[in-house]
T-cell receptor, first 116, second 115 residues
Framework: EAGVTQSPTHLIKTRGQQATLRCSPISGHTSVYWYQQALGLGLQFLLWYDEGEERNRGNFPPRFSGRQFPNYSSELNVNALELEDSALYLC???????????????FGPGTRLTVL | AQKVTQAQTEISVVEKEDVTLDCVYETRDTTYYLFWYKQPPSGELVFLIRRNSFDEQNEISGRYSWNFQKSTSSFNFTITASQVVDSAVYFCALSEAHRDDKIIFGKGTRLHILP
């Protein structure tokens, strides 16, 4: 079974541009999570999509946005890029089993975004 | 508020030594999950273990062992007879058992195993 995939592997942009990162969840998973790993800040929760809707958002400005498509894949968009947006962006997917169960998150390999 | 603290930023040990990575967490929930992940230089997150808050039994898996103590809000990870391949960044993490589902990570401990 294929795991979570992310594209591109690396992305280089300049300040002020927009970046689009993509994530394909494990087949059958309906939830997608985005995390940012910036140097010195560790891994921080960014966004959670489930069944096409944004369910939760971390402490990030509105220029970080995304969407989830009917096939459950997801895009993360970062507008007006700033130097400090340079980071590894990790996507995870899970199958939501209900509130009484833990919904295991499976992580993809990440997209490394460099802002010059 | 949820918080995970990994006080050790970086540790270096010589191969075959034992090493313990510390993790202290904060949460108001009575039901929660604790994790350890390994991140090798390639960048992907490798899941190591998940424990729920009601299971305080220590766990051993090969050279890895975990010590969960609710009384001190700690979930420490020990590698015995360390190997060079254990060199990586290790993250401790917490998830509270409600529909939020987000994982709160510590800042990680970079472990260097010296040959």
């Amino acid at each position: 079974e294929a795991g979570v995939t992310q594209s591109p592997t690396h992305l280089i942009k300049t300040r002020g541009q927009q970046a689009t990162l993509r994530c394909s969840p494990i087949s059958g998973h309906t939830s997608v999570y985005w995390y940012q790993q910036a140097l010195g800040l560790g891994l921080q929760f960014l966004l959670w999509y489930d069944e096409g809707e944004e369910r939760n958002r971390g402490n990030f400005p509105p220029r970080f946005s995304g969407r989830q498509f009917p096939n459950y894949s997801s895009e993360l968009n970062v507008n007006a890029l700033e130097l400090e947006d340079s980071a590894l962006y990790l996507c995870a997917s899970s199958l939501v089993l209900g509130t009484s169960s833990y919904n295991e998150q499976f992580f993809g390999p990440g997209t490394r975004l460099t802002v010059l | 508020a949820q918080k995970v603290t990994q006080a050790q930023t970086e540790i270096s040990v010589v191969e075959k030594e034992d090493v313990t990575l510390d993790c202290v967490y904060e949460t108001r929930d009575t039901t929660y999950y604790l994790f350890w992940y390994k991140q090798p230089p390639s960048g992907e997150l490798v899941f190591l273990i998940r424990r729920n808050s009601f299971d305080e039994q220590n766990e051993i898996s090969g050279r890895y062992s975990w010590n969960f103590q609710k009384s001190t809000s700690s979930f420490n990870f020990t590698i015995t007879a360390s190997q060079v391949v254990d060199s990586a960044v290790y993250f401790c993490a917490l998830s509270e058992a409600h529909r939020d589902d987000k994982i709160i990570f510590g800042k990680g401990t970079r472990l260097h195993i010296l040959p």
